[in-house]
């Protein structure tokens, strides 16, 4: 049983059948007004972790990048694999083995995807399988490219967020051009599903499902597509 997903290598057609959508219980308004269990997509995705593995000074031993960021669902990264270990040193290396390893050896509902985010073949396949299930995306550090936004809007479900490391965002683009794709952003607090750190000023990307198309239906999960989001209950 693969957890990698390789898009740099040809077109991918499915996802896995153990691969279950995340998504936490919900309500909608069904079309006869009542309103019925349903389920709101809670997809996690970040570019960057999947191939890297660093020296950790507080554990004294290496971890897979996979491991320092385990929070997110799916980790996108291009696939390096050029950088050897050097025995008896702590510097870093690439192995893509090790964070895949890492990653099957919990078994867990999770996949590491193998992709050029700045690849518009290999992004618009990646958003046939992952499109409108995700509620953040972000990137691990400041050098790592996020999505552009023509394919984060596809990704996210409305409310969504994009919270970046980095100016990849910010310098490139206005919020002028980002409005007509559906983003509205502000210095919002947020809280790191890394660390639990309450970030105060971190700029963030709202997708009002303004535009991108239409939510694609719901994968895995035996539910029919929704007719209108409603307010969860706590």
Same mark, same amino acid.
């Given at each position: 049983?693969?957890?990698?997903? %390789? ?18 219980? #919900? ?5 006869? #007004? ?5 389920? %709101?997509? *809670? ?30 669902? @799916? ?14 040193? *702590?510097?870093?290396?690439?192995? =893509? %083995? ?16 193998? @992709? ?10 990646? =958003? ?8 953040? @995306?972000?990137? %691990? ?21 994009? =919270?970046?490391?980095?100016? $990849? ?36 990307? *709202? $997708? ?12 895995? *999960? ?13």
């Amino acid at each position: 049983m693969s957890r990698k997903l %390789d898009f740099r290598a040809g077109v991918v057609h499915s996802l896995p059948d153990w691969f279950v959508m995340p998504a936490d219980p #919900g309500f909608i308004t069904n079309q006869s #007004g009542e309103l019925i269990n349903s389920w %709101d997509p *809670t997809l996690k995705i970040i570019t960057g972790p999947g191939d890297y593995v660093h020296w950790d000074d507080t554990a004294q031993r290496f971890k897979t990048n996979i491991e320092n960021w385990y929070m997110y669902d @799916i980790f996108c990264c291009f696939g390096d694999n050029d950088i050897p270990h050097v025995a008896g040193t *702590t510097h870093s290396y690439t192995s =893509v %083995d090790e964070n895949l390893a890492y990653l099957d050896s919990k078994g867990a509902n999770k996949l590491l995807c193998i @992709i050029d985010v700045n690849n518009k073949e290999q992004t618009d396949n990646f =958003v046939r399988l992952f499109g409108r299930n995700a509620e953040l @995306i972000s990137n %691990d550090t400041a050098h790592s490219p996020p999505f552009p936004p023509t394919v984060c809007n596809r990704l996210l479900i409305p409310g969504g967020k994009v =919270v970046l490391r980095g100016t $990849y965002w910010t310098k490139k683009y206005t919020d002028e051009q980002l409005s007509p794709l559906g983003f509205t952003s502000a210095i919002t607090p947020w809280r790191d599903p890394r660390n639990g750190r309450l970030m105060t000023t971190q700029k963030v990307y *709202t $997708y009002t499902g303004a535009a991108g198309g239409r939510r694609r239906a719901r994968r895995k *999960t035996g539910r029919t597509k929704r007719s209108r989001r409603t307010r969860r209950k706590n």
